[in-house]
């Protein structure tokens, strides 16, 4: 009974020492809430490769894988757009987890060196919630037009803002 109960905690010890401890209490993919003013913006979510993962109008929401490869963090940028407001482009950034220094103490160099880099569970989001104010467009879509017109055809009150450019 005594040799099955060692060998139980054992077998618990060693598969508890294998394994990362951010991977056992943090997570690898994280959700994140992006809303803007005006609403309905749309949104594009590309990663570092410039590869889309995410589109759709605000409010809304997705998950973010928090790694990029082996101890690869992952990189996102939001691009909001609408319709009579400047674009506007937030990176989205990731941070080591505290929990990844856990491994010093519970989940071993395996955990360290393997598990959490390669699950991506050594980073976590920064933020939760991107809530951006998009600014009005400064740019006329009124069309102008110049017209030529001979001196006799112009207003008055015009005549005393002409210049001479040349003779």
Known sequence: MLK??????????????????ASIVSKSNYPIHINSFPNEAQIVITNKKGVVVFSGNT??????????GYFGKAEYYVKFEKAGY???TVPVEFKIDGWYFGNI????????????????????????????????????????EMEIRSIDEIPSEWKNHLELLGK
């Not at 060692?6 to 401890?21: E, K, P, Q, V």
């Not at 160099?109 to 809530?131: H, Q, R």
């Not at 998009?134 to 102008?144: A, E, G, N, Q, Y």
């Open 4 to 21: 099955r109960f060692i060998a139980m905690t054992l077998s618990g010890t060693i598969l508890f020492a294998s394994s990362g401890c």
């Open 59 to 68: 409010p809304a929401s997705t998950k973010l894988q928090s790694g990029s």
């Open 86 to 88: 400047q674009s506007k």
């Open 105 to 144: 103490l519970i989940g071993g160099i395996i955990g360290m060196l393997i598990v959490d880099p390669l699950t991506g569970a050594m980073y976590k989001l920064d933020t939760e919630f991107l809530n951006e104010t998009l600014s009005p467009s400064t740019v006329s879509t009124k069309k102008t």
